[in-house]
């Protein structure tokens, strides 16, 4: 027997709704395209965070992208997050072959980016990143070792020129940090908040939760998180967009999922702009339906990913299905409230 969910808004979330409800929030996801992310993150997660991150903000916020390594690119300048399909293309072209692995250069375009910024609003940066700080030895931003370094490669073997790079990434590293220390000081001065996200066991959680403790505005706050599985992420957003109060959750449930699998679920009249996303840990497909109408998912998102804005207004009665594979599932209804 299928069970019904019935979500109704009650009293308490009068308050939620005029508090979660503000000036826009600039999102600048800072995404680390090293080639150390083959093996810290090579099940792609850190695109699922950012494209479930860009399924929960609201239509008045805007989305920038810059992807880093030796360097630092523009993937994407400020969009609106309406424009979600554009975002999440722009997502999945991230890619993972820099040969370095340089906060400075990250930061240093996150500053200019947010430099076209003017006016009231709230200023984000999620890093995705295992954290593993290699400066660019070749930059000049770190001469004379620059030079140094150049010239003790030159004419060796890769095995060799492996040895020496390791050297002077140890000797730079602390050159490095302190010119991050530096930029992260400015931010804090422009009131930018940096939350970071480790992916990996061998990930440098303790150097990426130090960033996040640099920027953080308002210390009882969390800015740091650390992942391990699909299932953990959902939780982890809801901390995120709890902090930058721009959408309610209003439903969260697990459980496992198999073909055939089928539950509904009502939404009530208070509702507004309704998102269905689920993470699966396994391969799965699902449909989400009203009263036989289906409604179509989100493109180009990460295959343990399936985000639905759904096309038809509440209030009534969803039914959500998984047509294939088996696992675990997570389960979240955001959107807002049109109570004041």
């Known amino acids: 027997m299928k069970r019904t969910i019935k979500i109704i808004l009650v009293s308490t979330l009068f308050l939620m709704s005029t508090l979660l409800i503000g000036e826009p929030v600039y999102s600048l996801l800072l995404i680390d395209s090293s080639g ?8 792609h997660y850190r695109k699922l965070s950012a494209q479930a991150i860009v399924s929960l903000l609201s239509e008045n916020d805007y989305v920038s992208i810059v992807e880093f390594d030796s360097e630092a690119r523009t993937i ?3 969009t609106s997050a309406r424009e979600r399909e554009k975002i999440l293309r722009s997502i999945e072209r991230i890619g993972n ?7 400075y250069f990250a930061f240093e375009k996150a500053m200019d980016v947010f430099s076209e910024i003017s006016g009231k609003v709230k200023k984000k940066i999620l890093l995705l990143s295992d954290g593993k700080f290699e400066p660019t030895l070749t930059s000049s931003v770190y001469r004379p ?15 060799s020129r492996g040895k020496i790079k390791e050297e002077f990434s140890k000797r730079v590293l602390l050159v490095g940090k302190r010119k991050v ?29 130090f960033i996040a403790e640099q920027t953080n505005l308002v210390p009882v706050e969390k800015h740091f998180f650390y992942v391990k599985t699909p299932q953990e992420l959902i939780f982890q957003f809801m ?49 989400v339906k009203k009263e036989g109408v289906l409604e179509n998912p989100f493109p180009f998102t990460h295959k343990n990913l ?28 955001m959107g807002n409230s049109i109570l004041k």
């Open 145 to 159: 070792y620059n030079h140094e370094f150049l010239k003790a490669i030159k004419g060796k073997d890769k095995i």
């Open 76 to 78: 994407l300048p400020w």
């Open 97 to 103: 072959r820099g040969l370095y692995t340089d906060f």
């Open 181 to 209: 220390e530096e930029m992260l000081q400015k931010m804090k001065e422009e009131k930018i908040e940096v939350y970071t996200m480790a992916f990996g066991e061998n990930s440098d959680r303790k150097y990426l939760e």
């Open 36 to 43: 150390s992310m083959k093996i810290t993150d090579p099940k």
């Open 306 to 333: 399936k985000i639905f804005k759904l096309s038809q207004a509440p209030p009534g009665v969803w039914e959500y299905s998984f047509l294939k594979g088996s696992g675990n599932y997570t389960f979240l209804v």
């Open 239 to 287: 901390s995120i967009m709890n902090y930058w109060k721009n959408n309610i959750i209003f439903f969260t449930e697990k459980g496992k999922y198999s073909s055939g699998f089928t539950k509904t679920i009502f939404l009530d009249e208070f509702i507004k702009n309704p998102v269905f996303i689920f993470i699966l840990d396994g391969k799965g497909e699902i449909a």
